[in-house]
């Protein structure tokens, strides 16, 4: 049975941090990508980062790249995304999911939430002062 669990998420001010994790059972993550997406009220879903489980290279969305970090704990099947300098347009509902690729296409985030099979359910994400 495959099961992904986020958890983390809460309310920070503007400018503090979260440490999202995301925890995989029923499958090994190797050979795997696992990414994070965000939905916010009313909006559609997106990608904000994705990590490949077999060399841990990693991709960033624009909106989040020098503030997130996407990481790996093989061991624990779980994998992190540690958010810094949070501003009020983070709030989302975030998401883990696996697929084969984080992207089909050259760029990322591209297609890459049509290419994962597996959701976890989220974890909401408040960003207010």
């Known amino acids: 049975q495959v099961q992904l669990v986020e958890s983390g998420g809460g309310l920070v001010q503007p400018g503090g941090s979260l440490r999202l994790s995301c925890a995989a059972s029923?499958?090994?993550?190797?050979?795997?990508?696992i990414g994070w997406f965000r939905q916010a009220p009313g909006k559609e879903r997106e990608g904000v980062s994705c990590i490949y489980i077999h060399d841990g290279s990693t991709y960033y969305a624009a909106s989040v790249k020098g503030r997130f970090t996407i990481s790996r704990d093989n061991v624990r099947n779980t994998v992190y995304l540690q958010m810094n300098s949070l501003k009020p347009e983070d709030s989302a509902v975030y998401s883990c999911a696996r697929g084969p690729l984080c992207s089909g296409s050259r760029d990322y985030p591209g297609d890459t939430q049509l290419l994962m099979h597996y959701w976890g359910n989220g974890t909401l994400v408040t960003v207010s002062s």
């Open positions: 029923g499958f090994t993550l190797d050979y795997y990508a």
